[in-house]
């Protein structure tokens, strides 16, 4: 079979994809679409063309950084597309993905899929050593990352109980919260207010639990007391499962050395 003139690309080459990944949000000045997808196709055209076929660009315009590339409408296209041989060119780290971890991820994956990445502006190139190399770095400063994320959440948490504020969306029996738009806000969890002790609930616990272990009343016998004398306690009926919850909450109250009792109660 005669080849034509200039052609010079591989059979191989016909099976081979080269992708261009592009990303601006709304706020960037910077980083045009237009400069991205120039960008992307010179270097394809100086670098890529000849191993690979180019299959066209892929554009999430208006998308922030923080939405994870998965996350994205062309970059879950992508992800679909991408197969076995196939390469994904990005412009700048950034535009495909936010944090060193999502990269970390991201790389490691295609790597299995034997797709290569190309990021121009830290000269990444995956299908070379010394672009796995720069792979292998960037792992190290994600996980470095990873580990400040989790020391300064439980710093974080750490100061917050430190000041009374409850973290997550249940208050625990024996205590009621009043609300503070001061209390400061956490990842892994929403800041609700402050605990306050609360005698009358904690007298409600400590009759429960005198129901239930002096008097040996059954879960449905100790519901339907509660109903009758505390009904629709925090805003729900009670049934036999919320009884033996309230139940374990007074016996850990109890086993903390805390007095049910107590009319003034400072804990």
């Known amino acids: 079979m005669r080849r034509r003139r200039g052609w010079t690309r591989t059979p191989a080459a016909i099976s081979r994809m080269a992708y261009g990944y592009v990303r601006v949000s709304k706020e960037e000045q910077e980083n045009s679409p237009e400069w991205q997808r120039r960008t992307i196709r010179a270097y394809y055209d100086a670098r890529l063309e000849g191993t690979y076929t180019w299959g066209g660009h892929f554009c999430d315009e208006g998308v922030s950084g923080g939405v994870p590339l998965s996350e994205r409408p062309s970059g879950t296209r992508l992800i679909e597309k991408l197969e076995r041989g196939d390469c994904v060119v990005f412009a700048k780290l950034d535009r495909g993905f936010r944090a060193a971890m999502d990269a970390v991820m991201w790389l490691g994956t295609w790597q299995d899929r034997g797709v290569g990445v190309h990021m121009l502006d830290i000269n990444l190139d995956t299908t070379t050593p010394v672009g796995m190399a720069i792979a292998q770095v960037i792992a190290v400063f994600a996980e470095l990352e990873r580990a400040r994320i989790s020391e300064r959440t439980k710093e974080g948490l750490a100061v917050v109980r430190s000041r009374g504020f409850v973290l997550g969306s249940k208050t625990p029996w024996g205590f009621y919260m009043e609300k503070d738009p ?8 929403i800041v609700r207010g402050v605990l306050y002790p609360s005698p009358a609930e904690r007298k409600m616990l400590w009759r429960i639990m005198e129901l239930r272990d002096a008097n040996m009343k059954s879960w449905p016998a100790i519901s339907d007391w509660l109903q009758e004398n505390y009904p629709n306690h925090r805003g729900k009926p009670w049934n036999r499962y919320r009884a033996a919850n309230a139940y374990g ?11 049910l009792l107590n009319p003034n109660p400072n804990v």
């Open 182 to 189: 001061t209390a400061p806000r956490a990842k892994s969890g």
């Open 249 to 259: 909450g007074g016996k850990k109250l109890a086993e903390q050395g805390i007095d």
